[in-house]
């Protein structure tokens, strides 16, 4: 039986799309709304899809909170204009950062499943990994923006696919959630999830590590060190 599940966020954790999901996300909004509103207030990382899109429909007018269904219609037209970007800027996509060596220790590592945790649609986590070469296959697990606008939702989302892995249901420091955000840092609160912070997002290390994570990098380059936060 398995003894760690560790749940990597996608973008600013494991790699960056050049902007291609913003530019996705921003231009189905415009198609609906005949014009792009300012939405250079409206932060996107941390977030679900869903809440992202919720957030830019309020932003440019809506009602709070908006219909279901629109937001429902606008996650189905961002998938599709996400592939034509990244098609698009094909190559521009990079992983952070040590992720390659990472993944490859953790993979070698006997008791670890590696899982996914991010706000990004199902359909979308799969579109930017491929985009940087990543098998999402190697992912054996995952909780994501498709299953719940809420992120906090996610990890008990993930530790219930997984708990067929493990001897029982995995919590606490069995469940170890890197990311790039406080709210990565934050959403496994719940059950007691392990936290690593890492600074190659939009966040200074000094703003998360104020956030209280079990460690906190400027990246994950140090791969020795960056496993054994992980493990121990």
Avoid: W
Avoid at 104 to 116: H, N, Q, T
């Amino acid at each position: 039986m398995k003894r760690k599940l560790v749940l990597f966020d996608i973008d600013g954790t494991l790699l960056l799309t050049a902007g291609a999901g913003r530019r996705a996300i921003t231009s189905a909004l415009a198609e609906q709304l005949g014009a792009e509103p300012d939405f250079s207030l409206v932060r996107f990382d941390g977030k679900t899809d869903p809440q992202i899109i919720s957030e830019l429909l309020v932003a440019a007018g809506s009602s709070k909170p908006p219909a279901q269904d629109r937001v429902d219609a606008l996650c189905v037209r961002y998938l599709e204009l996400l592939e034509v970007e990244l098609a698009a800027t094909r190559g521009q996509t990079r992983l952070m950062p040590g992720i390659p060596d990472l993944l490859e220790r953790l993979d070698a590592e006997d008791g670890v499943v590696l899982g996914l945790l991010t706000g990004n649609l199902a359909a979308g986590a799969e579109l930017k990994l491929r985009s940087a070469d990543l098998d999402p296959g190697r992912f054996v697990v995952g909780a994501f923006g498709s299953d719940s606008p809420h992120r906090p939702d996610l990890p008990g989302i993930a530790v219930r696919r997984a708990e067929r892995l493990f001897e029982s249901r995995p919590h606490g420091e069995t469940v170890v959630i890197i990311g790039d955000t406080p709210a990565d840092v934050e959403c496994g609160a719940g059950i007691s999830a392990r936290a690593i912070a890492v600074a190659t997002g939009s966040f200074s290390l000094e703003n998360l590590e104020a956030m209280g994570p079990h460690a906190a990098f400027s990246d994950l380059s140090e791969t020795d060190r960056v496993l054994d936060a992980i493990m121990n």
